[in-house]
């Protein structure tokens, strides 16, 4: 079993930047692809990215992010981190960090552990 915490969500005006984290309470952390998805009030749980396996994981963006966040992980830690920076009101939801057995994955169903979501509000 994985428990994942993520910290870092807020209220802040547009074009500021923000950190989420996601600690993950599991020995093989470094054995797990980690996602971050996004939902907003209304809307469907929607990919933001994703970072595969490793130290030197590889990264995928969706098109609304790319440019704007990064996605990193510190298996020392057992922790990923989504550096959001230029935030835009359309950033604002609920963000949560998953993990999962495959690499790679975009869609939420490919997940098998998720944390409890942090609020991400962007003002104009």
């Known amino acids: 079993q994985v428990q994942l915490v993520e910290s870092g969500g807020g209220l802040v005006q547009a074009g500021a930047s923000l950190r989420l984290s996601c600690a993950a309470s599991v020995r093989t952390f470094r054995n797990y692809g980690m996602g971050w998805f996004r939902q907003a009030p209304g809307k469907e749980r929607e990919f933001v990215a994703a970072i595969t396996t490793w130290s030197r994981g590889s990264t995928t963006y969706a098109d609304s992010v790319k440019g704007r966040f990064t996605l990193s992980r510190d298996n020392a830690k057992s922790t990923v981190y989504l550096q959001m920076n230029s935030l835009k009101p359309q950033d604002t939801a609920v963000y949560y960090c998953?993990?999962?057995?495959?690499?790679?994955?975009?869609?939420?169903?490919?997940?098998?552990?998720w944390g409890q979501g942090t609020q991400v509000t962007v003002s104009s």
């Open positions: 998953a993990a999962t057995y495959s690499d790679g994955r975009t869609t939420p169903e490919d997940y098998n552990y």
